[in-house]
């Protein structure tokens, strides 16, 4: 085995381990079942992928979502660590070769959807690799009590049978008392390690702030609050405005939600990520994945459904244990709103089995048939051609794939897939006997090599046009008609949204959705509704205790820099030459709240982050463009 702080070392340029996940790692590698809680931005992936890689073989990953997969993969493939993902949206050609790799290649890592583990052609493959870990990232999507119920989730434990010799860790940010033993029953884990890191985030101030002007608050807040921002919204449309709103008040900010390009996401995605753009107006589409540590503030303009949401995406705020800012715009009438909404989503029983129906129309799928693969869809045209209303398909297709009848997943970018199908004397011979394809063959092989011959490779149309000076839509074309000969398998560019079933096609009338556990879900989400409710219409407790108390995480110790620590200890707080002496230490040099702590050696430093944090709210501090605290130009 190798050293696991040799790999950490080589591959992620790091000397020691974050708090807890030696200890997780230590106890995955002397072979224990493991449940790893740990807070957003907290490196939970290393905890899984370190053992993975001190050991010979594949490391099977199940997770949830298209995006992390890809995110997951494309991080370990520029690290030098070999990684696939399978999804729905590939062909049946291309999962093939894939699972062969990992069979007889030097794969370390494969992602896949809980989905994929029933399928026949994974399952006989799966038992051919030589699989040394399995993880099951998300895991709060194996319980009904979990804010992300995933059906398939729950044949994950049939699934390990298969590899008994096979240890599971399990990861997942946020679970409750009810999660957590949901997730060790459900995968059926033995002798247990289970490891839960502190949820306690204590340079973040968390606040709700009634108001009837948001937007008033909303520019006040930015004005005050320098630095790198995230502001989570429900609305597309709304994303848009607000965004070309804040660039009017002379704000740089860009919108993100699902219905954008691939394209167009990616580069607002960088361009904040490197510092270009400060302020990112989205939906909750954006922030799975995502790791920028010097964001100051997350505001919030429409309540979350749950206070789990709330705590990943207000925890997106301050990674760099620097002081930061988690808020919450709120009016009275936005719970009336958030019950609202929770009704729409839970559409009867009847329409569900009428969207299942007129899909299984859609899609020309007879009763009883069934294959394992994406379809595109178009929520709007579907609708359309139905006569039914956008949002309630929407909900009822969510509701379907709760039930674990459909795979739905966002639109995402999938570059062109290509594949060679003859051997080298073949393709040759072809290349002389069809002139016209031989430059472009040729093109191939120069820009892509050998392992067209062995893999799916992904292939760039307007690069090779660029060389053979060729019209872009010469080259698809040309490719096509290869793919068409069968000498290469061609596979276009794929942006958007993709449905499976992933269950031979059922008779409506006669659809297996259990009625009781849809009854129970609909009651446990609008249990979360009443948390959330309890929480933003707090004013007697520390805002961060009740957070952790949510989490089944008892502290007697206030935060000191949330609303109500302020509102309710004005009387602690330092005085003048406190103040004085804040101000000197920063006139010399912008500080971060570390640097500021250990040059000031406080008696006490949450006393001293409130009184950094009321002189940011009156302006006499700001930050500067590397998150370090100065003093404001006109106190200067």
Same mark, same amino acid.
């Given at each position: 085995m190798i050293d696991p702080k040799e790999i950490l070392t080589k591959y992620w340029g790091y000397s020691s381990f974050r708090p807890l996940q030696w200890e997780i790692i230590e106890a995955v590698i002397s072979g224990k079942d493991t449940l790893a809680l740990m807070p957003t931005g907290g490196g939970k992936s290393i905890c899984f992928q370190i053992p993975a890689l001190a050991n010979p073989g594949i490391c099977i990953v199940i997770t949830p979502l298209i995006a992390l997969m890809k995110d997951q993969v494309e991080r370990l493939k520029a690290q030098g660590i070999k990684a696939q993902a399978i999804y729905s949206g590939m062909s049946r050609r291309e999962i093939d070769i894939k699972l062969d790799n990992c069979v007889y290649g030097d794969i370390k890592f494969l992602y896949v959807s809980p989905e994929r583990l029933r399928t026949e052609l994974f399952i006989v493959r799966a038992k051919k690799m030589k699989?040394?870990?399995?993880?099951?990232?998300?895991?709060?999507?194996?319980?009904?009590?979990?804010?992300?119920?995933? %059906? /398939?989730?729950?044949?994950? +434990?049939?699934?390990?049978? $298969?590899?008994?010799?096979v240890k599971i860790i399990a990861v997942t940010a946020t679970a409750t008392p009810e999660v957590r033993k949901d997730i060790i029953e459900k995968l059926e884990l033995a002798d247990t390690a289970l490891y839960q890191k502190s949820f306690a985030r204590k340079h973040l101030g968390y606040s709700v702030v009634s108001v009837e002007d948001k937007m008033k608050r909303l520019l006040e807040i930015l004005q005050k609050v320098a630095g790198s921002g995230l502001i989570y919204l429900r609305s597309r449309k709304r994303t848009e405005e607000i965004a070309l709103w804040l660039r009017k008040q002379g704000i740089e900010s860009a919108y993100y939600h699902a219905g954008m390009s691939a394209k167009n996401r990616s580069l607002v995605q960088e361009k904040w990520l490197s510092g270009q753009t400060r302020i990112i107006v989205a939906t909750n589409a954006f922030g799975m994945g995502i790791d920028k540590p010097d964001v100051r503030v997350v505001i919030h303009l429409d309540l979350p459904d749950h206070l789990e949401a709330y705590y990943q995406e207000a925890g997106r705020a301050g990674r760099d244990d620097q002081l930061a800012f988690a808020i919450i715009l709120y009016h009275p009438n936005d719970l009336g709103l958030l019950r609202q909404r929770k009704e729409w989503? #839970? %559409?009867?029983?009847?329409?569900?089995?009428?969207?299942?129906?007129?899909?299984?129309? #859609?899609?020309?799928? +007879?009763?009883?048939?069934?294959?394992?693969? &994406?379809?595109?869809?178009? $929520?709007?045209?579907?609708?359309?051609?139905?006569?039914? =209303?956008?949002?309630? !398909?929407?909900? &009822?297709? =969510?509701? @379907?794939?709760?039930? &674990? *009848?459909?795979?739905?997943?966002?639109?995402?970018?999938?570059?062109?897939?290509?594949?060679?199908?003859l051997e080298g004397p073949a393709l040759y011979e072809f290349q002389i006997a069809h002139a016209t394809y031989d430059l472009l063959i040729?093109?191939? $092989?120069?820009? #892509?090599?050998?392992? *067209?011959?062995?893999?799916?490779?992904?292939?760039?149309?307007?690069?090779?046009?660029?060389?053979?000076?060729?019209?872009?839509?010469?080259?698809?074309?040309?490719?096509?008609? @290869? +793919?068409?000969?069968? !000498?290469?398998?061609?596979?276009?560019?794929?942006?958007?949204p993709q449905i499976a079933f992933l269950?031979?096609?059922?008779? /409506?009338?006669?659809?297996?959705?259990?009625?009781?556990?849809?009854?129970?879900?609909?009651?446990?989400?609008?249990?979360?509704? =009443?948390?959330?409710?309890?929480?933003?219409?707090?004013?007697?407790?520390?805002?961060?205790? $009740?957070?952790?108390?949510?989490?089944?995480?008892?502290? #007697?110790?206030?935060?000191?820099?949330?609303?109500?620590?302020?509102?309710?200890?004005?009387?602690?707080?330092?005085?003048? /030459?406190?103040?004085?002496?804040?101000?000197?230490?920063?006139? +010399?040099?912008?500080?971060?709240?570390? &640097?500021? !702590?250990?040059?000031?050696q406080p008696n006490n430093d949450k006393v001293l982050l409130q009184l950094v944090r009321q002189m940011l709210d009156q302006g006499e501090l700001s930050y500067d463009a590397l998150g370090r605290i100065q003093v404001s130009r006109q106190n200067v």
């Open positions: 699989v040394n870990l399995l993880v099951v990232d998300e895991a709060h999507c194996i319980s009904e009590w979990g804010y992300d119920f995933r %059906p /398939a989730y729950l044949e994950i +434990a049939h699934f390990r049978k $298969l590899l008994p010799a989503e #839970y %559409p009867s029983l009847e329409y569900l089995k009428q969207v299942y129906q007129c899909l299984a129309n #859609y899609y020309k799928i +007879a009763v009883g048939s069934y294959r394992y693969t &994406g379809y595109d869809f178009d $929520l709007d045209r579907f609708a359309q051609t139905y006569q039914l =209303k956008p949002i309630s !398909v929407f909900h &009822g297709l =969510k509701k @379907l794939e709760q039930e &674990g *009848l459909l795979q739905l997943n966002d639109s995402f970018y999938q570059p062109s897939q290509l594949l060679i199908n040729k093109t191939l $092989l120069r820009l #892509y090599g050998g392992e *067209l011959f062995s893999n799916f490779v992904s292939v760039d149309e307007n690069r090779m046009a660029r060389l053979i000076k060729w019209p872009p839509e010469d080259v698809k074309k040309k490719l096509t008609t @290869l +793919a068409d000969m069968k !000498v290469v398998t061609y596979q276009p560019q794929k942006d958007r269950s031979p096609r059922q008779q /409506a009338d006669n659809l297996h959705i259990d009625a009781k556990s849809y009854q129970r879900r609909r009651e446990r989400d609008f249990n979360k509704i =009443k948390a959330m409710e309890l929480y933003v219409t707090n004013q007697t407790r520390c805002r961060s205790q $009740l957070l952790l108390e949510y989490f089944d995480e008892t502290s #007697y110790e206030k935060c000191g820099i949330c609303d109500y620590c302020r509102k309710k200890s004005p009387a602690k707080s330092p005085g003048a /030459a406190e103040r004085e002496a804040i101000l000197q230490a920063l006139v +010399a040099q912008p500080l971060t709240v570390e &640097g500021l !702590v250990h040059q000031l």
